[in-house]
């Protein structure tokens, strides 16, 4: 087997943009993959597929019945620029169009639980990117909530005030950049321990979640509680010194300062707060996958995350 990838440049919504094939020592294509702009997905199998039924054929794409072209032939137009490429290249795309293959009748979650600073809100923005889901920053919820508090000067044990906040969140409107701050961040701790402001906002999250074509979630009881029939459920976690360090790093790079030893008290005592809560306590869901970021760079949490979604994608599309 051969295998190559064809750049097509041009502006038609109906033809795809991006293209791949296994062309086979008769010079056939055996698997052709068609990646379309709107991030749709088409693909077939030449012959007997492989999981023993007829030729498949999704998305309009079919196997030409005509030889594959040399590359010089395809590169002599302006409008493509093609190449051949490796067998692991073409492999992972087909373990992507296998993913589009189950998400085309499927609403598919991905749920991401952990402590603060393990990295998995930045997991959940590569893999929402990449897996072309929804995204939800469920503590941002919370912060709005005591964003709103802290706004109209609330005290922050005011649970019917935090009730009414909580009704009025617009899951369309979080603002990572106001909300991120510190001062939102450890009221929100506090807020989140009411069971009815949880109750809220758990069921915004849920209708988040079932709205097609999926979402990635990231948390501390999305895999517990919010969601507890997620496709895929991950917990990632790094140790508090990791999450400390990696915190003060953070505030150094856009020219604050800080002290290490306070951001671990600070961390270690989010994390009494979120896994001593007698309501949804921060905790791995039974049959969750457990990513412990210690000594772990982002891409590679990424690519161990990824092995498992595919992993599990390509044994639903085979059932």
Known sequence: MRYFFVHWKHDIPEEPSHLWYEVADDNFQNRTIEFYADGSVGFAIRGPAIDGSEDIEVGGTGNSTEGFPDLAEINSDSQFEALEVAAVDFERRWSEALASRFRMTHVFTIAIDGPAGAGKGTLARRLADHYRLNLLDTGLTYRAVAYALLQHALPLDNVSAAETAA?????????????????????????????????????????????????????????????????????????????????????????????????????????????????????????????????????????????????????????
Do not use: W
């Not at 097609?212 to 459920?233: E, M, N, Q, S």
């Not at 891409?299 to 161990?304: Q, R, T, V």
């Open 167 to 319: 009704r009025q969140v617009d899951l369309a409107k979080l603002d990572r950049a106001v909300l991120s701050a510190h001062a939102a961040g450890e009221a929100a701790s506090k807020v989140a321990v009411y069971p009815t402001v949880r109750r809220i906002l758990v069921e915004k999250q849920r209708d988040f979640a079932k709205t097609p074509p999926g979402a990635v979630l990231d948390g501390r009881d999305i895999g517990t509680v919010v969601c507890p029939d997620a496709d895929i459920k991950l917990y990632v976690t790094a140790s508090a010194e990791v999450r400390a360090r990696r915190r003060l790093a953070e505030i150094e790079s856009i020219g604050g300062t800080a002290n290490f030893t306070e951001i671990l008290a600070d961390i270690m005592r989010r994390d009494e707060r979120d896994m001593g809560r007698a309501d949804s306590p921060l905790k791995p869901a039974a049959d969750a996958h457990l990513l412990d970021t210690s000594e772990m760079a982002i891409e590679a949490a990424f690519l161990a995350a990824m092995a498992i979604i595919d992993d599990v994608l390509a044994k639903r599309n085979k059932a």
